[in-house]
């Protein structure tokens, strides 16, 4: 199983994106679901992950109050929608998911199932 993101590219300071997350056949409503991110140089990074049973959402806490995570079980799609985009946003952002992630997790250990990034670039 591998998901699959997509949404990114170069945006100025101050922009928005929305990262998208599916799989096929494999449903997503049933596990959380986690979006990283990986700058040059840097360890990979929880941003942002939603649960499965309620919900529940965790943010990072240099992208609160700007980035927002979201379902659409009907389209199995887990959003990410990015906003006052920052030059320190720049990253390769990957989305994550796994039957195993403990409620909360918002760590990278805990997800086994990747996809395979997407590039958002914050630039003037």
């Known amino acids: 199983v591998q998901l699959q993101a997509s949404g990114g590219g170069l945006v100025q300071p101050g922009g928005s994106l929305r990262l998208s997350c599916t799989t096929s056949p494999f449903s997503l409503n049933y596990w959380a679901v986690g979006w990283f991110r990986q700058a040059p140089g840097k360890e990979r990074e929880g941003v942002s992950c939603i649960s499965a049973s309620d919900g529940s959402t965790y943010y990072a806490d240099s992208v609160k109050g700007r980035f927002t995570i979201s379902r659409d079980n009907a389209k199995n799609t887990v959003y990410l929608q990015m906003n006052n985009l920052e030059p320190e946003d720049t990253a390769v952002y990957y989305c994550?998911?796994?039957?195993?992630?403990?409620?909360?997790?918002?760590?990278?250990?805990?997800?086994?199932?990747w996809g395979q990034g997407t590039q958002v670039t914050v630039s003037s």
């Open positions: 994550a998911s796994g039957p195993a992630v403990g409620y909360g997790s918002c760590v990278v250990r805990d997800y086994d199932t």
